[in-house]
C-alpha cells in the first residue's frame, strides 16, 4: 500500500520565485512525518515515512482558478524502503459560495505510474467547507482500474484554526482481480496568530477487506502558508488535493 499524498515544494516555490504570481498566489509548503501500523492476515508490521509537500493557487480570470499541487516522499520499516513523488493540477470555477472543476494526478510508484482523473467539488459556509471528490486511477503496467469517492467536512474554529473529517470507499480491478476498501481520518491545522507558521496533525485509518488489510497512520507535521490565514487557503483553492482523492490513502 503506498500512502497517496499531494503537493511539492518544488510547485510553491516557483510562487516564491516569480514576484507576479507570489503578490497573486495562496498556498503553503509543509513537511510532515508520520507513523504507520498495518496487520495483514493476522501479521503486523509498522514503518515511516516523510513528506516535503506544497500548494498554490492562482486565478485565471476571476471566476477561474489553477490549482497546482505534488509531494516528495520517503519511506522505511516493515513496509520497505521506497521513495515517491507525486503531482497535480486543476482548473476550477468559482461561485459565491462553491468551487468546481477538473484535475488530472501522476503518482510515480516507483516500478509503476499511477495517472488519476478527477471532479472535485467544495461548497462553502461561514465556518464549514464541505469538500468532495469522485476519481478515476489507471496503472497500466499491472493493468489496474481505479475508482474512488470521497467526502470531506471542514470546520473553522477561527480563520486559523481547522478541524477536519473525511470518508472515502476506493473499487480496484487489478488484472480481473476485483478489490474494494475505503478510509476514514480526523486532522487539525493550526497556524500562529501573526505568522505564517502552523502545526499540524493527523489521524487515519484504512481497510481492505478483500486482503485482510487494516492500516493506521498518525501524522504530524509544521507548513508555512502564503497569501492568507488558513480559512483564505481553504476559499482560494489551494487545498482541493488536486488531482487524486483528496480524503484518503488506499492502494
Do not use: C
Not at 510508484?109 to 467544495?122: D, I, K, M, R, Y
Not at 497500466?140 to 470507499?169: C, H, K, M, P, T
Not at 490565514?229 to 487545498?239: E, H, M, Q, T, Y
Amino acid at each position: 500500500m503506498k500512502l497517496r499524498m499531494f503537493a511539492t515544494a518544488a510547485v510553491a516555490a516557483i510562487a516564491f520565485s516569480t514576484p507576479a504570481l507570489a503578490q497573486s498566489a495562496t498556498g503553503s509548503v509543509g513537511v510532515s512525518a508520520s507513523q504507520v501500523e498495518v496487520e495483514a492476515f493476522g501479521l503486523e508490521g509498522d514503518g515511516q515515512a516523510y513528506v516535503i509537500d506544497g500548494s498554490v493557487a492562482f486565478k485565471a480570470s476571476d471566476a477561474w482558478t489553477v490549482t497546482l499541487q505534488g509531494a516528495g516522499a520517503t519511506t522505511s520499516g516493515d513496509l520497505g524502503d521506497d521513495e515517491s513523488f507525486s503531482a497535480g493540477a486543476a482548473l476550477t470555477y468559482a461561485g459565491a459560495d462553491w468551487r468546481v472543476g477538473p484535475a488530472v494526478s501522476y503518482d510515480d510508484l516507483g516500478s509503476e505510474g499511477l495517472w488519476t482523473v478527477s471532479g472535485v467539488a467544495q461548497k462553502y459556509f461561514d465556518t464549514v467547507t464541505l469538500a468532495g471528490a469522485v476519481s478515476y486511477g489507471n496503472i497500466d503496467d499491472i493493468d489496474a482500474d481505479i475508482w474512488s469517492v470521497g467526502a470531506e467536512a471542514r470546520f473553522f474554529v477561527s480563520d486559523n484554526f481547522r478541524l477536519d473529517a473525511g470518508l472515502a470507499y476506493a473499487s480496484a480491478d487489478v488484472a480481473g482481480v476485483d478489490v474494494d476498501g475505503w478510509s476514514l481520518g480526523l486532522g487539525g491545522e493550526y497556524q500562529f496568530a501573526g505568522t505564517p507558521w502552523s502545526l499540524t496533525g493527523g489521524y487515519s485509518h484504512a481497510a481492505v477487506d478483500d486482503a485482510d488489510l487494516d492500516a493506521d497512520t498518525f501524522t504530524i507535521g509544521v507548513r508555512y502558508s502564503f497569501g492568507g490565514d488558513l480559512k483564505a487557503r481553504d476559499r482560494s483553492g489551494a487545498d482541493l488535493g488536486a488531482g487524486a482523492n483528496p480524503f484518503a490513502s488506499a492502494f
